[in-house]
Nanobody, 122 residues
Framework: QVQLVESGGGLVQAGDSLRLSCAAS????????MGWFRQSPGKEREFVAR????????YYAESVKGRFTISRDNAKNTVYLQMNSLKPEDTAVYYC???????????????WGQGTQVTVSS
């Protein structure tokens, strides 16, 4: 059983930066692909970014490419999302998720955090 605990959300102004953190329990963190997702009221959940188990490969949604950076520190069981040049359209609940390659399969995220609110004012 894996628990994901997020922190770092808050209220900021357009153009500001924010760093989200996601701390995972357990000793199998190093084999997980980690991802960030977000959801706004009335919209479906959308993919934001993901990072491979050793941190070499990173993928981003087109809407955040060049502004957001995903990273991980396996020694600390933690994944980060650095968000720069924030826009009002980035306002959403942000979720951390873990994809276990020996679970349901790659792309099937088995574990989710509780979500953290990010609000960007204009």
């Amino acid at each position: 059983q894996v628990q994901l605990v997020e922190s770092g959300g808050g209220l900021v102004q357009a153009g500001d930066s924010l760093r989200l953190s996601c701390a995972a329990s357990g000793r199998t963190f190093t084999r997980y692909v980690m991802g960030w997702f977000r959801q706004s009221p009335g919209k479906e959940r959308e993919f934001v970014a993901r990072i491979s188990s050793v941190g070499v490969r990173k993928y981003y949604a087109e809407s955040v490419k060049g502004r957001f950076t995903i990273s991980r520190d396996n020694a600390k069981n933690t994944v980060y999302l650095q968000m720069n040049s924030l826009k009002p359209e980035d306002t959403a609940v942000y979720y951390c998720a873990a994809d276990d390659p020996v679970g349901a399969g790659l792309g099937e995220y088995e574990y989710w955090g509780q979500g953290t609110q990010v609000t960007v004012s204009s």
